[in-house]
């Protein structure tokens, strides 16, 4: 896994652009942030529900990390799985689009709800 194949896995989502926050790339729906890189492209943050932050956490250590309060998952992309980071993107964007545009995309059986 790369920048540029995280980069384009996230805006492969309905309504996915990228944007610029605090002098780094991240990526958003209606202006909502679910993904960001650093500004060296090496690591990316994904928007993640706690309990699957924790667990992927202790599985893989070197590859993940708390990236900020909780809430975001910090990635180590020369370590990380695409599918797995695939997987995901696809949960964070489902988080932070509006429900009616994330009911037009088909989820994966085992998407959030």
Request: charged residues 30%; negative net charge; proline residues 7%.
């Amino acid at each position: 896994m790369n920048a540029d194949r995280f980069r384009a896995l996230a805006l492969g989502f309905p309504e996915a652009v990228e944007s610029e926050h605090m002098g780094h790339p991240d990526f958003r729906v209606r202006k909502k942030i679910f993904a960001t890189l650093t500004a060296d492209e090496q690591r990316g943050s994904i928007k993640c529900d706690p309990s699957t932050m924790d667990t992927l956490i202790r599985a893989e250590p070197a590859v993940y990390r708390d990236a900020w309060g909780g809430r975001w998952l910090g990635v180590e992309l020369s370590l990380a799985d695409e599918a797995a980071i695939s997987d995901l993107l696809e949960d964070a964007w489902r988080m932070v689009a509006p429900k009616r545009l994330a009911a037009q995309h088909p989820a994966r059986p085992d998407a959030l709800p």
